[in-house]
């Protein structure tokens, strides 16, 4: 499960990418088991070629030591990092690799929650993967978002029984179930309870209207 400060990085540097002019999806899975990019970016140089840039967020030095694949296999590639651990590791970052540093801003009026200065600047390399297959891990990942957006946009209906169970399960520690805060759960089957209760109102009302209009019609064929 990400931490809110990768998400945090995470949503900064999309608007980032996208102020610079580019088309970024993130967790693209690379061609050729070169494993899975943080966050793509793509856009159209001087010479109207496309330059592909890589993201890998890290915010700890367990995370920047992991063993797991750094995709990169952009013309630029870049560590994204929080001030502190940039600090930390900076002299473990290769020469070729640069480096965006995050800062949060200490207000929420700005639409997102931080910027990044560039640290160090990445060199250029060729591309490690066929484009043309990279274009397609692009365009795929970003039908796949939108088919998020279109799913969220037509809310819980497009879910079955046992997907919102799962999910249900899944935020399971949000719930605070003994901690005096919001119990979600309870408030799921209250909420529910007093909808049964307001359409059983609504239906005898209906019923009673029914039985007063009939027993008016009768005294009056009477």
Known sequence: MKTPLTIQIEESLYYHCRENGAIVVEEVTMPDDQGIVDTLACRLDAEQQ?????????I????????AKLSFIG??????????????????????IGVLVYHSYLTDELGVPGYFTTEKKPQRQGLLVNE??????????????????????RGLRVFGTDQLYKELK??????????????YYDRFIEETQLQAVEALKEELEATRAAYFALEQRLLEES
Not at 50 to 58: G, I, L, N, S
Not at 141 to 146: K, Y
Not at 170 to 183: A, S, V
């Open 50 to 58: 496309f330059e592909w840039r890589c993201y890998e967020v890290k």
């Open 60 to 67: 700890s030095k367990a995370d920047f030591r992991s063993k």
């Open 75 to 96: 013309h630029y590639n870049y560590f994204v990092l929080p001030e502190k651990l940039y600090l930390s590791v900076k002299e473990e970052i290769p020469s070729t």
């Open 132 to 153: 043309h297959e990279l274009l397609f891990r692009l365009i795929s990942s970003q039908a796949r978002e939108v088919g998020k957006a279109k799913q969220t946009a």
């Open 170 to 183: 899944k935020r399971q520690p949000e719930y605070d179930l003994f901690g005096g805060g919001i119990n």
